[in-house]
């Protein structure tokens, strides 16, 4: 397994914008899928946005158009470009990496939106 280590979360008004990094303990070419997930108080964990090896991303209906993935191989990072923060954006954002091996998560970091 990678090991993975976000950060970039914080307290940011609404409106306001927050970048996450998630470095991992080895590169990430191999990884299949890297993923960012975000998980509220009393909510199941839910899937934010998503990129394949290839480059391919996915996002969230609730985040399309303001969250940005991307990976940069050299630095074994993802980040998450998080624009136009809500209220409702407030959870811990987790970073997941999935290879052939088997799936591996960070430990979270919180990002609350709040006035």
């Known amino acids: 397994q990678v090991q993975l280590v976000e950060s970039g979360g914080g307290l940011v008004q609404p409106g306001g914008s927050l970048r996450l990094s998630c470095i991992a303990s080895r590169s990430i070419v191999g990884q299949i899928f890297m993923r960012w997930y975000r998980q509220a108080p009393g909510k199941q964990r839910d899937l934010v946005a998503s990129?394949?090896?290839?480059?391919?991303?996915d996002y969230a209906d609730s985040v399309k158009g303001r969250f940005t993935i991307s990976r940069d191989n050299a630095k074994n990072t993802v980040y998450l470009q998080m624009n136009s923060l809500q209220p409702e954006d407030t959870a811990v954002y987790y970073c997941?990496?999935?290879?052939?091996?088997?799936?591996?998560w960070g430990q979270g970091t919180q990002v609350t939106v709040s006035s």
């Open positions: 990129i394949a090896t290839g480059g391919l991303t």
């Open positions: 997941y990496a999935q290879d052939a091996l088997g799936i591996s």
